[in-house]
């Protein structure tokens, strides 16, 4: 990893501000870095502001937006790209938390057809996470939303008998 990326140093200082329990610091921080890279900046720092600010969001809808903007971001952006900054990084091991989220956002919303169609990504995706802590959570997730969704489909309907 390089301390030589300015704009990842300050979304890291962000990202520690909402650790520490400063919600409202980081959303506020990671506003003002958006408006510094967006929408013609770096693709790869729009993904991973976009991946945490979602997690600020007292909104489901705006949690949702920000899931996409980073999904969209990933889209863009290139595995070159993201070893530049760490070269122990693999674009490809990104999309199985970006999926898992985007389909979590839409179980909460009620669109169980799309949280289906993002959880069958993040599922399609989950070979490429270590086997590591942070693969270990998003494998957990992934199984968890599998599990509820699964339950919610064949759970009756509203007025069904």
Known sequence: ???EDPTMRRIADAIT???DGDAAGARQRFAEIWADISPDGDTFHQCVLAHYMADLQDDLRDELVWDL???AAADASSDD???RYDSSLDLRGFYPSLYVNLADDYHRLGDH???RAHLDQAEAHADT???DGYG???RSAIRRLAAELAEAETAPRNGAR
């Open 113 to 115: 057809a799309k949280a």
């Open 69 to 71: 903007r980073a999904l």
């Open 1 to 3: 990893m390089t301390d």
């Open 81 to 83: 790209r993201v070893k």
């Open 17 to 19: 501000l909402h650790r």
């Open 129 to 131: 996470l270590r086997n």
């Open 136 to 138: 270990d959570t998003i």
